[in-house]
């Protein structure tokens, strides 16, 4: 093996010689991989859940418009002609995929806001992690 500053699997750590080890292996846990990915979760999540939320209020003011546009002619929305049921239908698609998306959006930011407060304490330093300020960066 070469030698290099970086530590070097031992036998003691593969029982099996014929399976390689991986590296950072031991290192590694299931909860903080989920934390890795949990704030770009719960960002995306509230960015998403705002935007449906906007596209729902713009859908709900553009079926009042159309709503109030046909029954300025005295005819309403509510009668079993074809013409009222297609503005009745007109945005229908577009709502119910704004409230699938408002409410997975939302599911995915509570489920990541819950695992950044459950590991809210686990958070590693590394030891060779130092905090540089404007004079030690001047000096060098």
């Not at 593969?14 to 960002?43: E, F, M």
């Not at 046909?70 to 704004?98: F, H, M, P, Q, W």
């Not at 699938?100 to 958070?123: F, H, P």
Request: hydrophobic content about 45%; glycine content about 10%; proline content about 4%.
């Amino acid at each position: 093996m070469e030698d290099t500053a970086a530590p070097q699997p031992s036998h003691a750590d593969n029982p099996d010689n014929n399976q390689p080890v991986r590296p950072g292996a031991d290192g590694h846990s299931a909860g903080r991989s989920l934390t890795a990915y949990a704030r770009p979760a719960l960002i995306a999540g509230v960015v998403i859940a705002v935007i449906c939320a906007g596209l729902l209020i713009v859908i709900f003011a553009l079926d009042s418009f159309n709503a109030a546009a046909y029954s300025v002619t005295g005819k309403s929305v509510n009668d079993a002609t074809d013409e009222a049921r297609d503005i009745r239908e007109l945005y229908s698609g577009v709502r119910a995929g704004g409230i699938i998306g408002l409410v997975v959006s939302g599911v995915v930011a509570v489920a990541a806001g819950v695992v950044l407060y459950l590991n809210r304490g686990a958070t590693t330093v590394d030891a060779d992690d130092e905090d540089y300020d404007l004079d030690d960066l001047r000096d060098q």
